[in-house]
Every structure is written in C-alpha cells, then in structure tokens.
C-alpha cells in the first residue's frame, strides 16, 4: 500500500493556504487511499526565534485543527514528532549524507535567513539544517507520497537525492518519495501582495485568512483584498496575480479544477469578491464548529497524539536502525 507522510509546522495558527495547500487534500483523498501519517512537526518550529509557552500552545492547537478539519486517527496517523525520537536520530546521518553547498542553496533558508539577519538576529544552525530534519520525516517511514504546497518541493526534492545518494552509498535503505500537490491551490497567496505566500507567520495580517477567523473577519480580509488594475474578470496569473488568486481560492472551495472556469460570468471583481468571500465562510464553517467541539476535550486529543506517538515509533524504529547498521555503527547489545 502507498505510504504517506506530511507535516505542519505549529509557528502560528493555520491559514488557508495550509488548508487548501495540503490539509484538505490529507483529509479528503490522502488518508482514505494510503497508510499516510500526518505530524506536528515542533521540532521544526525551533529554527527560528520563538516563544516557549506560543510552540506549546500552538502545537496543541494545530493537532486539534487537522482532527477538526477531518483526519480520522481511525484512518491515519496523527503525532507530535518530538514525541517520536527517531526523527531526530536520522536527521543527524543525513547530515553525514548533505553538503553544506546543498542546504545554502535551498531557497526558503535563504529567505528566512536574510529575514533573521534584516531584524539584526543571528540565525541558527538548525535552520540551515532544516531540510535535513525534514527528509528524515519522510524518509523514516519509506514514505512513498509527501502531499505539500508549492513552497516544500525543493525540500522534497532534496530528500529525494539524499534517499539516492545514502542507497548508493551504504546499499538499499530508504523509499524514494515524491511530492504531489492539489489540483488547484498548491501556492495560495497573500491577499495583500499577491507576490508573497501567504505565511502563516505573518499573524494578524490582513492578507491572511486564518482558519479561525470569525465569518465577518473572513469576509473584510477578501473584500479588502488586492486586486490589479484592469476591470474585466480573467485568468491571468502573471498579469493579473491578484484577481488570479481570487479566482484560485474560488475554485479550490467549489472544487473546480480549472481557475479560469469561474471567470467567466463575472462583470465586476466586487461581484467576485463576494462569492469567494461567501465560499471560504462556507468551506470553514464545518471546522469551526468542529474544532470548538474538539477544543473543550483534551484528554480526546492527548489520546489521539499518544496513540499516534506509538504506532509512529513502531514504524520508524525499524527503519532507523537498518540505517544505523548501513552506515557502519556498531549495533547497542
Ligand atoms: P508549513 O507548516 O509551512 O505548511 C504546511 C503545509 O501547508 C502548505 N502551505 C501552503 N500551500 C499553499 N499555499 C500556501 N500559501 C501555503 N502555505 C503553506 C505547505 O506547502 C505545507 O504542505 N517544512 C514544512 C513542514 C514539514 C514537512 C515535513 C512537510 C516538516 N517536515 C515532512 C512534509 C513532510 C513546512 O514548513 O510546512
């Protein structure tokens, strides 16, 4: 059977860019046609300055959210992966298996890198290693599929070839898996500047929707919402980047697979505006409710993640140690 594996980072509260990116795809087709798990990926949120107490809560909240958005831990595995050591066990033979040059060159260290150095902070070690921690996510359950947005596929195409390169070098170890993406939605872009993702970093912007935002909230950040000069509604993503994510988000809540489909039979972008609006109040109004349900439970969720945690580590403690004994290391008796 195929082998999923996905993870979201608990850096701040979801946004619809993750929703439509990747969780909605997890949730609708992922975990009904795999053996897919699906983590908090904490470790991750430590590569950049962060507040202790915010990870905490956060991580918390984001397990709640994708239970509320629909993952069945009767289907998939949900897990905290700092609750899963092996993680990080592999993450350090692949750095023994990267370069340098390699993780300089990933475009999201150097973004976030020049970002640490604009604020005068240093930036951490862990953050040019980040996609070393990520392949081995993916790697440590011979994931066979990692179903992300646009912005993580550098990132798996990097644990792709250390997957080849480690095989190479020490005999067959690891799956090498793939990226797939949803039909439409894969780079959902801030509504504000529809040259940047929206980031579910940028807490409180108004070109970001967050899943639990209130319906009238949602509703002011897409009528609101940056569209280009010009007056007739096409599809047009470079000429047009702010009505063409419009059109985009349109599509991804009615599930239609062609952006430029919804175009047509619009007069004016305020007609627009109003449907998409209408459309994500709509696509949220389930998760909300859901997730207020879930909220008040818990123990339901500590459960759910403590459970998760153990079938996690079956699978993957088997995987690190065949890879531990290629590379050379004396087994522990
Ligand atoms: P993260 O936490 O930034 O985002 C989680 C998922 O949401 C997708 N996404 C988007 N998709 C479309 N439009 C957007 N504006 C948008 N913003 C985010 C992301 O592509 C991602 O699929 N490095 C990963 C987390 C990670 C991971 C992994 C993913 C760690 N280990 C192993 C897959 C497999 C990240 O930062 O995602």
């Not at 290693?129 to 993580?152: C, H, K, R, S």
């Not at 879930?294 to 459970?307: H, N, S």
Request: hydrophobic share 40%.
């Amino acid at each position: 059977m195929t082998r999923i594996f996905s993870g979201v980072k608990p850096t701040g509260h979801l946004t619809l860019g993750n929703y439509i990116g990747a969780v909605r795809k997890w949730v609708e087709e992922d975990q009904y046609r795999a053996d897919a798990l699906f983590s908090v990926v904490d470790l991750h949120a430590l590569t950049v300055e962060h507040d202790p107490a915010r990870v905490r809560r956060l991580s918390r909240q984001v397990a709640t959210l994708l239970l509320a958005a629909g993952l069945d831990p009767e289907r998939c595995v949900l897990f905290v992966q700092s609750h899963v050591d092996e993680h990080a066990r592999l993450s350090y033979l692949l750095e023994c298996t990267a370069t340098d040059g390699e993780m300089r060159r990933m475009i999201q260290y150097r973004e976030k890198a020049a970002r640490e150095r604009g604020r005068g902070g240093s930036v951490r070690l862990s953050l040019l290693t980040y996609p070393v921690l990520m392949a081995a996510d993916i790697l440590a359950y011979e994931a066979d599929e990692v179903p992300v947005g646009d912005d993580q596929v550098q990132h798996v195409e990097l644990t792709r070839d250390l997957a080849v390169r480690f095989n190479q070098r020490y005999g067959h170890t690891f799956t090498v898996p793939k990226a797939t993406h949803p039909a439409v939605g894969a780079r959902v872009m801030n509504l504000q500047d529809p040259t940047a993702k929206m980031g579910k970093s940028d807490d409180d912007g108004p070109g970001v929707v967050h899943l639990l935002d209130e319906p009238d909230v949602v509703r002011r950040k897409v009528m609101r919402a940056v569209t280009d000069s010009g007056r007739d509604v096409v599809y047009d993503r470079e000429g047009r980047p702010g009505l063409a994510n419009l059109l985009e988000v349109l599509a991804a809540c009615t599930g239609a697979d062609d952006p430029a489909g919804p175009a047509e039979g619009y007069a004016s972008y305020g007609a627009l505006k109003q449907d998409v609006a209408d459309a994500v109040v709509e696509l949220l109004r389930p998760l909300r409710a859901r997730h207020a349900e879930l909220a008040a439970d818990p123990a339901y969720v500590d459960g759910v993640l403590r459970e998760g945690a153990s079938r996690a580590r079956a699978m993957a403690r088997p995987v690190v140690d065949r890879a531990y004994r290629a590379v050379g290391l004396l087994p522990a008796v």
